[in-house]
């Protein structure tokens, strides 16, 4: 006779959210995933962040189904007493498996295959253009060539970092590699540590990386109140140089983004050399080191140092488009303070994602970035299927009366400089304000 299953409550299940005590709720059973978050290939952070909680879509998007069968060995035998799903999450579940029996999943089609060609002609182009001529106005085009190519390195290594790309998961690792260590100069773990973190926590001001640009960026007056970053692990101080900065970020967001690639070799570094856990660290070091030998040794070829800058410059500039497309998606969207609510998963993903519309030929543009709201909530989906899907999400959206956002991309453009200038007036407005000036006052004035 089988034995009778035990139930424990909601408060009980939330006690488990720390680190060192990590229990997770997957259609009604409870696992223990404290030891398990050690290894989890997604890192320490989507687990700590769903914590206590209700992870069944998060899992469900993330996982495909062949991973289920391993779930056995971390369950604790409870099952959570008054366990019910929403008609939301009921119709999401649908959709993901109808979108596995249709193989959606798994037909990535041949994108990869012509970006890496792209990718390849690019910097063919750009190291013949520095190295066989000698006109000033050929080294410019190569540095933005330079840049296109980092654009497209971006979109593989994003892809790569969702799903397997290629036919194996060597393959996959070593596009991985190629196309953002070597290429790019960007750690492969920094992102998908930073990415897992944005996905999990969708436009949650202390724990959505993607957010927190203090004190260069605050797209909400929530954070002049000096608010924790759960992800960086410090606090967002609001002081008086980034009130001054913050005042002045609807005129310096694109000036700011043509060097927004600093920072991600900043932090790229920063975790490379920390005492975080980075999978294949020697791998991605030694990556990283390949993009520092041949992108500065491609730079000395230049004739002169006001070439070289130029040069660098136009490399930067071009992939700031790309920087640009990363906060059009999220800036002008809702946004809240805490951690994410399992039980609305996908209500958070579509209120505090923006999609852009574009025709079927400028796909390669946006690098799927243009179906924003379908990324976030299939992120396993290739990206050649977005557009596909799209009609299905639309749908469901409406029948849930959930909000679906786009806009064009000169829209969606005009949309964040609207949110970033609400939040400089309000930064203004505060007491012992910065000194306003005439110009300042002349387009800003209320009203």
Not at 8 to 13: A, G
Not at 29 to 48: A, F, Q, R
Not at 261 to 289: T, Y
């Amino acid at each position: 006779m089988a034995e009778p299953k035990k139930y424990i409550s909601k408060e009980e299940l939330h006690k488990h959210n720390k680190p060192g005590d990590l229990w997770i709720l997957i259609q009604g059973k409870i696992y223990n995933v404290t030891d398990w978050s050690m290894v989890h290939p997604g890192g320490e952070l989507p687990l700590l962040l769903l914590a206590g909680q209700d992870a069944t879509d998060a899992f469900v998007a993330y996982h495909p189904g062949t991973v289920w069968k391993y779930l056995d060995k971390f369950f604790t035998g409870y099952h959570l007493k008054d366990y019910s799903v929403s008609e939301v999450s009921k119709d999401y579940r649908k959709l993901v498996a109808e979108f596995s029996k249709m193989g959606l999943f798994e037909k990535k089609g041949h994108i990869t295959f012509i970006s890496l060609c792209f990718m390849a002609v690019l910097f063919a182009l750009s190291v013949y253009g520095i190295l066989y001529s000698n006109s000033t106005w050929v080294h410019l085009f190569c540095g933005g060539l330079i840049g296109f190519l980092w654009i497209q390195s971006g979109w593989i290594g994003h892809d790569s970092g969702h799903y397997q790309v290629m036919t194996s998961p060597e393959f996959n690792r070593a596009v991985q590699i190629l196309t953002g260590n070597c290429l790019a100069g960007i750690s492969i773990g920094w992102w998908k540590w930073n990415h897992n973190a944005h996905h999990i926590a969708c436009n949650s001001l202390d724990f959505d990386p993607d957010l927190q640009h203090m004190p260069f960026f605050a797209v909400s007056s929530k954070f002049f109140s000096s608010i924790m970053s759960y992800f960086y692990e410090r606090k967002m101080n609001f002081d008086s140089v980034a009130r001054f900065l913050v005042s002045y970020q609807h005129w310096t967001f694109y000036p700011v983004m043509c060097f927004a690639r600093i920072n991600l070799f900043a932090q790229s570094f920063l975790l490379l050399l920390s005492k975080r856990r980075v999978v294949n660290r020697g791998q991605e070091i030694l990556g990283v080191l390949v993009f520092w030998i041949w992108y500065p040794l491609l730079v000395s070829c230049l004739p002169n140092w006001g070439e070289r800058v130029m040069f660098v410059l136009a490399s930067f500039i071009v992939t700031s488009i790309q920087h640009v497309q990363f906060c059009l998606n999220h800036f002008s969207s809702n946004v809240y303070v805490g951690p994410p609510n399992g039980n609305d998963w996908f209500e958070m993903q579509t209120k505090g994602t923006l999609n852009i519309n574009c025709s079927s030929w400028m796909d390669w543009f946006h690098g799927g970035l243009q179906f924003q709201v379908e990324h976030h909530l299939f992120p396993r989906l290739p990206r050649c299927h977005l557009r596909k899907i799209s009609p299905f999400v639309k749908e469901l959206c409406k029948k849930h009366n959930l909000l679906y956002d786009s806009a064009s991309f000169w829209n969606a453009n005009l949309m964040t400089i609207r949110t970033l200038r609400a939040a400089a007036l309000q930064a203004r407005d505060l007491a012992n304000p910065v000194p306003k000036n005439l110009v300042w006052e002349a387009v800003n004035t209320h009203g």
